[in-house]
């Protein structure tokens, strides 16, 4: 049985987005005002031009946008009890690995710092009954190939990877420290698989890769063609969330530790080529393999997977959409965007994934 979301539930719900600006942030926003929400969004300005948040005009799909930094924790405090919000999705953060590796203090700062400013603010702000921080499929100890669940060991050897690991342990300290007993306010983590979809435009991902080959009629370049990853569309791993806030705000995942993997099923597992051959048939481009492996790019985990399987026994998520109509619906949002608007293609794309 699918889960879902409840309408009811979000209607008017007082939401606030750190990283409102970002990807995932943008179809985050779109997706909580499409169920009724009012949300308020705090992030630095977007890092890509085009970005999502500008081509979607999400400045006006939120109530409030707030361009700050999330290490600025007096104005994150006011905001947060200004927004009156009742949930918290903390989705900022410097998110590259190849950047980590060249600005590691501000990696650390953004994501180590943030995240501290956000917990605490929750806090102290005893309105706030649910908060979500996002952190990542890469804060696991990949030395061993394997299909990773939440109780596993964390690792996390790179910059971007490690400052993750930092989050997650800082999540562990205040949830026991301070939300355990006869708290009303529930928190969690949430990890992702390498999350696509239309409008990402972000530096060193496959996909925005390959549309900018295409912009300029070259062949597609592979950094790492055999690299395996757990791909999946947006919608797959924000409805999760979703989820996941709404049972946390009802008090209905009492005992159970909060860490949660919202990755794909195993089907979504495949190769770096895989993607980039179904991508140049519809767009007619040859591909090719970086010479050298491109020396400024430093090492990444070559496989990644994780278990979903806790998300399907206890919140009766699963991902709904295979590989194939992930990436088709990607060639929808970037073949019709345009026409159709950038808001209403995301909107339409979330009407289908919740029919």
């Known amino acids: 049985m699918h889960y879902n979301i409840g309408r009811h539930f979000w209607k008017n719900k007082n939401v606030f987005v750190t990283g409102h600006t970002g990807f ?3 179809w985050l926003c779109i997706f909580l005002k499409y169920l009724g929400a009012h949300v308020t969004g705090y992030s630095l300005s977007p890092t890509t031009k085009p970005n999502l948040f500008n081509l979607a005009k999400v400045n006006k799909v939120v109530k409030k946008s707030i361009i700050a930094d999330v290490r600025d924790y007096k104005k994150l405090y006011k905001e947060i009890k200004n927004s009156k919000a009742t949930i918290v999705f903390h989705l900022a953060a410097q998110p590259l690995v190849r950047y980590s590796y060249l600005l590691p203090k501000e990696t650390f700062d953004t994501n180590v710092v943030g995240s501290l400013n956000v917990l605490e603010c929750v806090r102290k702000i005893k309105k706030v009954r649910s908060s979500i921080i996002i952190t990542t499929d890469k804060v696991y100890d990949n030395s061993k190939n394997k299909i990773f669940k939440e109780s596993d060991r964390l690792g996390g050897i790179d910059p971007y990877s490690s400052s993750k690991v930092c989050v997650e342990h800082l999540f562990s300290s205040y949830n026991n420290s301070f939300f355990k007993k006869d708290s009303n306010q529930r928190l969690a983590t949430v990890r992702a698989g390498n999350v696509i979809g239309g ?5 060193d991902r ?4 390959i549309y900018r080959f295409a912009k300029k009629n070259k062949k597609i370049i592979l950094r790492n063609p055999h690299s ?3 791909w999946q569309h947006v919608l797959e791993p924000l409805s999760g969330y979703l989820l996941l806030a709404e049972k946390l705000y009802k008090n209905k995942l009492n005992k159970v530790v909060q860490n949660w993997n919202f990755g794909p099923n195993i089907s979504n597992c495949k ?5 980039a051959n179904y991508f140049s048939k519809s767009l007619r481009l040859k591909i090719g393999v970086a010479k050298n492996n491109l020396k400024d790019f430093k090492p990444e985990t070559s496989y990644l997977r994780l278990s979903n399987y806790k998300s399907k026994k206890l919140l ?3 991902p709904k959409w295979s590989l194939n109509k992930s990436l088709s619906k990607i060639i929808e949002w970037n073949n019709h965007a345009k026409l159709r608007g950038y808001k209403r293609i995301c909107e339409e794309q ?6």
């Open 228 to 230: 395996t990853r757990p």
């Open 271 to 275: 190769s770096v080529k895989y993607i």
């Open 206 to 209: 496959l996909i925005p890769d």
């Open 24 to 26: 995932k942030g943008s």
């Open 350 to 355: 979330i009407q289908n994934y919740l029919s």
């Open 199 to 203: 409008g990402d435009y972000s530096e």
């Open 316 to 318: 009766k998520w699963y």
